[in-house]
């Protein structure tokens, strides 16, 4: 992204945004609430156009290419996208559906590899005991796997999560993290993008940071730079000290801080 800016109405989501991810790298994206993760990442996945500014995908620059073409090479996974899953299907055919829902192509038929794809995808994400139940039916942290395993559905080339821990448990979460270092392990998975309101949930593997306050960048880079109490101070507006357990990271206000922000 060059120069990005969303703008609605008088208020700006996003400005001067210059945000580059490569192939080789893993990057978290933080910041407070309303800083224009989502955004960010909406844009990312070709699902919204900046106000001003140039974004290229996947070697696309966007405005010029076909965005059925283009979309089904980025997966993207977002409680936005909750509005657009039928509630009423079974766990499995939500991912099948997946690749269909990004490609605009709809099959009734599906094809026996779909279905065994999804499986697959559905196991490896620790969600193959309930792929026949209803979407609706599921909790927020089952939901969480069946929609990452949808946005794999179309092999993309990026991969993006937002939020993926929110309302997982302990040791959910813990599991999620695990299943995210393995896949950025892989060299040949794709690129990966997510979005964290905790730092505590960022995988070891995660190799560059980006921090959004108030639309803007308060730092960009290799995570061992970005990631200092002083960023993250700036961003959240209060004193944070931050530290890094054996490639964990974990952040705590001061007293003081916590104090004054109530
Ligand atoms: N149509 C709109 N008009 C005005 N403001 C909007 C509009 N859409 C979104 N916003 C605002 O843009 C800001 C950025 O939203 P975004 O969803 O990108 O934030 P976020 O960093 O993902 O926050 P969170 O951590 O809460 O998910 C928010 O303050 C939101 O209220
Ligand atoms: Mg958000």
Do not use: C
């Given at each position: 992204m060059t120069g990005v800016g969303?703008?609605?109405?008088?208020?700006?989501?996003?400005?001067?945004?210059?945000?580059?991810?490569?192939?080789?790298?893993?990057?978290?994206?933080?910041?407070?609430?309303?800083?224009g993760k989502t955004t960010a990442l909406t844009i990312a996945s070709t699902r919204m156009f900046p106000t001003v500014g140039s974004v290229e995908v996947l070697g696309e620059v966007m405005g010029k290419v076909d965005i059925a073409e283009l979309r089904p090479r980025v997966g993207f996974a977002s409680s936005m996208l909750l509005r657009e899953i039928p509630m009423h299907e079974r766990a499995?055919?939500?991912?099948?559906?997946?690749?269909?829902?990004?490609?605009?192509?709809?099959?009734?038929?599906?094809?026996?590899?779909?279905?065994?794809r999804a499986m697959e995808l559905l196991s490896a994400w620790g969600a193959r005991s309930y792929s026949e139940r209803p979407f609706a039916s599921l909790s927020e942290g089952e939901r969480k796997r069946v929609l990452i395993a949808r946005a794999l559905m179309s092999d993309p080339e990026l991969l993006l999560l937002d939020e993926p821990g929110a309302g997982l448990d302990l040791a959910g979460r813990e599991e999620l993290i695990?299943?995210?270092?393995?896949?950025?392990?892989?060299?040949?998975?794709?690129?990966?993008?997510?979005?964290?309101?905790?730092?505590?949930?960022?995988?070891?593997?995660?190799?560059?940071?980006?921090?959004?306050?108030?639309?803007?960048?308060?730092?960009?880079?290799?995570?061992?730079?970005?990631?200092?109490?002083?960023?993250?101070?700036?961003?959240?507006?209060?004193?944070?000290?931050?530290?890094?357990?054996?490639?964990?990271?974990?952040?705590?206000?001061?007293?003081?801080?916590?104090?004054s922000h109530g």
């Amino acid at each position: 992204m060059t120069g990005v800016g969303v703008r609605r109405g008088e208020s700006h989501l996003l400005s001067d945004l210059d945000w580059s991810v490569h192939a080789d790298e893993r990057w978290v994206v933080i910041g407070p609430n309303g800083a224009g993760k989502t955004t960010a990442l909406t844009i990312a996945s070709t699902r919204m156009f900046p106000t001003v500014g140039s974004v290229e995908v996947l070697g696309e620059v966007m405005g010029k290419v076909d965005i059925a073409e283009l979309r089904p090479r980025v997966g993207f996974a977002s409680s936005m996208l909750l509005r657009e899953i039928p509630m009423h299907e079974r766990a499995i055919d939500v991912v099948v559906t997946g690749a269909y829902a990004v490609t605009g192509r709809w099959n009734e038929q599906y094809a026996d590899e779909d279905t065994d794809r999804a499986m697959e995808l559905l196991s490896a994400w620790g969600a193959r005991s309930y792929s026949e139940r209803p979407f609706a039916s599921l909790s927020e942290g089952e939901r969480k796997r069946v929609l990452i395993a949808r946005a794999l559905m179309s092999d993309p080339e990026l991969l993006l999560l937002d939020e993926p821990g929110a309302g997982l448990d302990l040791a959910g979460r813990e599991e999620l993290i695990g299943l995210l270092d393995d896949f950025a392990a892989d060299p040949l998975a794709p690129s990966l993008v997510l979005v964290t309101h905790h730092v505590e949930e960022i995988p070891t593997r995660i190799t560059h940071a980006l921090v959004l306050a108030h639309g803007k960048v308060v730092a960009s880079g290799p995570i061992d730079e970005v990631m200092t109490g002083d960023r993250l101070s700036e961003a959240y507006g209060i004193d944070v000290t931050v530290e890094s357990v054996s490639g964990r990271w974990m952040a705590v206000a001061s007293r003081t801080a916590r104090a004054s922000h109530g």
